[in-house]
């Protein structure tokens, strides 16, 4: 499978048995996940017929990320990182099992869908931080960046692979979706027990910071101290906010395309392809100069994409923006998370994560809610048309409202100013 990933002779993954163990991890988990919004995604629509309902299954999984955020950025620069993943995982494989559950007795419709899919989110909340903040404790700084690059292939791989396995397994049934989504989450909870953390990482970890509202809050304080990390995390935000149209490819599959569940698999499959082949050369060829100017190049990319793929009647045309869309996604999201993690002392990993992911989440979860809710208003076509076109007006404000973000020239830890 690695060869697959990430055809790299002498590969960090091979070399570094911890780094392959969470790569393990975080495709099983992946796949689960994709599987997962398939399934659910198509058959919220098939009981609903509502846009609105798509958006809602976001909006429910983003409500425990932002309630909880401080909190989880506490607990995992507290506690063991690998057992909050684990605890966070089994959870999740719990949940799904009730879906699986509630489809084979007949008895799922939409609230019990948003209900179960709110516990998932606040369990992954839990999950995502540490996950994030795991990466730096078991491969050097210097080899942060290519190791970056492999868990982007690694992610990349199962987005690629989940949707169409959904898709295709949806035939059977939602139940059989589920229950191997359960499966997959739990065989990821178990694998990454198997990771051995470095030991000057465990030394500086193991001295937690006094309990205290200023330690709890030392995330959000951390990321207003360096403009240049709050840029590049809010740039995400906003950018997928207005640019994601993935809340509405059912829409687009039934309705527009007219290719079905499994069409929606391939549809959904399409960034990860793009994206995977752009991380595999990420990580042959590591970004070395200008790396500020390369992000917002591919934002710009990221939205014109968008707006090809909200005009496109055609499977062909839209498959190939969505492919143009994930490429260009995982540049900034390699020069971000290299950037912000490399910037940030262990023992502050897992609070600047929490903030980071709930930034994440915002673009994710909360614009699937709002694309959702936009082309409940305005219709699905302007709805990703108008996202667009907002996430290529966020690109130009941010090079203006933080000029020394689009200046960065190199992927390194930067002396404090």
């Not at 909870?189 to 953390?197: H, R």
């Not at 995982?330 to 993690?341: A, D, G, L």
Request: charged share 10%; with cysteine; glycine share 8%.
């Amino acid at each position: 499978m690695l060869s697959i990933i990430l055809p790299i002779k002498n590969s960090i993954a091979l070399e570094n048995k911890s780094l392959t163990f969470l790569m393990i991890s975080r495709v099983s988990n992946s796949l689960a996940f994709q599987m997962l919004a398939v399934a659910v995604g198509w058959q919220m629509y098939s009981l609903t017929q509502s846009a609105f309902y798509l958006g809602l299954v976001g909006l429910v999984q983003f409500l425990p990320m932002i309630l909880l955020t401080l909190v989880v950025g506490h607990v995992a620069d507290r506690y063991d990182r690998k057992l909050i993943i684990t605890f966070s995982q089994i959870i999740e494989s719990l949940a799904v099992f009730f879906l699986a559950f509630g489809c084979y007795q007949g008895r799922i419709n939409k609230e019990s869908i948003l209900i179960i899919m709110f516990f998932i989110g606040a369990a992954n909340s839990f999950q995502g931080p540490p996950m994030q903040a795991l990466l730096p404790n078991i491969v050097s700084k210097e080899a942060f960046p290519k190791a970056a690059a492999v868990m982007a292939s690694a992610f990349q791989f199962s987005v690629i692979i989940g949707p169409g396995l959904g898709g295709i397994l949806y035939s059977f049934g939602p139940g059989v979706v589920y229950t191997l989504v359960g499966t997959l989450l739990f065989v990821s909870s178990i694998v990454i027990l198997f990771i051995t953390v470095r030991k000057e990482e465990a030394s500086e970890a193991a001295k937690p910071e006094p309990k205290s509202l200023k330690t709890l809050f030392a995330g959000i304080s951390f990321i207003k101290s360096k403009p240049v990390i709050l840029g590049a995390i809010s740039l995400d935000l906003f950018a997928v906010l207005f640019g994601g149209a993935t809340a509405l490819l059912p829409i687009y599959a039934s309705k527009i395309l007219n290719v079905g569940s499994f069409g929606l698999g391939a549809l959904r499959s399409a960034p990860a392809v793009g994206a995977l082949l752009m991380a595999v050369f990420l990580a042959r060829n590591p970004l070395k100069k200008k790396v500020g100017r390369t992000m917002f190049i591919a934002v710009i990319v990221f939205g014109i994409a968008t707006i090809m793929f909200a005009i496109s009647t055609s499977f062909i045309i839209s498959i190939l923006a969505l492919f143009i869309l994930g490429a260009s996604d995982v540049i900034s999201v390699v020069i971000r998370s290299t950037f912000v993690q490399m910037e940030t002392p262990d023992n502050m990993r897992g609070r600047v994560s929490s903030v980071n992911q709930l930034f994440i989440g915002t673009s994710n979860q909360l614009g699937e809610f709002e694309s959702g809710l936009t082309a409940t208003l305005f219709g699905t076509v302007p709805a990703v048309l108008i996202g667009g076109i907002g996430t290529i007006v966020v690109v130009a404000l941010w090079m203006k409202l933080f000029p020394e973000l689009l200046h960065i020239d190199k992927l390194e830890a930067r002396k404090s100013s």
